[in-house]
């Protein structure tokens, strides 16, 4: 299967700081990556979708001057949270599909604790 | 209604036993059906993947999709504690291919 790396796995960061999740595709082209929020014990919530060398669309809901998000490769795709609150805690999950291929493979997670 | 309904269970089974997780979903676009496993704390895992209807399978994992009841299966022959985890269906129409997820069933295999 196709391998997605995402990191760090957890962070704690405090009140107003600025904090950055990669998402790397190790062995294929990710023409399109897709960026989820999870609560405890609750599905998927789909945060914005970003093809390579475009500008991410943001779900309804989402802001987007909060939650930078850069596809700059066909590799790497990156979601920056700015002037986090504590509110923002969450685990996010990044997914990524090759191009003309409905399957997407997921990172590891990442969970953020703002303080 | 939501476009994809999935029973969020628990749903406890004992060791051995064949599982069977369903998701329902609305609408008729949908053609690309996947399974995903998902431990606490971690990424989801794809367990398998479906292009319309029929059925597919992998090892102890059987995947069957139905279009013309909008259903579909995912299931898991003698069952392990190990696969105690959460199972999320998704699914997706052509084009954008932004797939569309299930709230997740748990499922515990007791020893």
């Known amino acids: 299967g196709a391998v997605v790396s995402q990191h760090p796995s957890w962070v704690i960061c405090k009140s107003g700081t600025s904090v950055k999740i990669e998402c790397r595709s190790l062995d294929f082209q990710a023409t399109t990556m897709f960026w989820y929020r999870q609560f405890p014990k609750q599905s998927l919530m789909l945060m914005a979708t970003s093809n390579e060398g475009s500008k991410a669309t943001y779900e309804q809901g989402v802001e987007k001057d909060k939650f930078l998000i850069n596809h700059a490769s066909l590799t790497l795709s990156t979601l920056t949270v700015t002037s986090a609150h504590p509110e923002d805690s969450s685990f996010y999950i990044c997914s990524a599909r090759r191009r003309g291929r409905a399957e997407a493979f997921f990172g590891q997670g990442t969970r953020l604790t703002v303080v | 209604q939501k476009e994809v309904e999935q029973d969020p269970g628990p749903l406890s089974v004992p060791e051995g036993a064949i599982v069977s997780l369903n998701c329902t979903y609305s609408?008729?676009?949908?053609?690309?059906f996947m399974w995903y496993r998902q431990y606490s704390r971690k990424g989801p895992e794809l367990l398998m993947y479906?292009?319309?209807?029929g059925n597919k399978e992998d090892g102890r994992f059987t995947a069957q999709v139905d279009k013309s009841s909008k259903y579909i299966s995912l299931f898991i022959r003698d069952s392990q504690p190990s696969d105690s985890a959460t199972y999320l269906c998704?699914?997706?129409?052509?084009?954008?291919?932004?797939?569309?997820f299930g709230r997740g069933t748990s499922l515990i295999v007791h020893p």
């Open positions: 998704a699914m997706s129409a052509g084009g954008s291919y932004i797939p569309t």
């Open positions: 479906t292009y319309s209807s």
């Open positions: 609408n008729s676009a949908f053609q690309y």
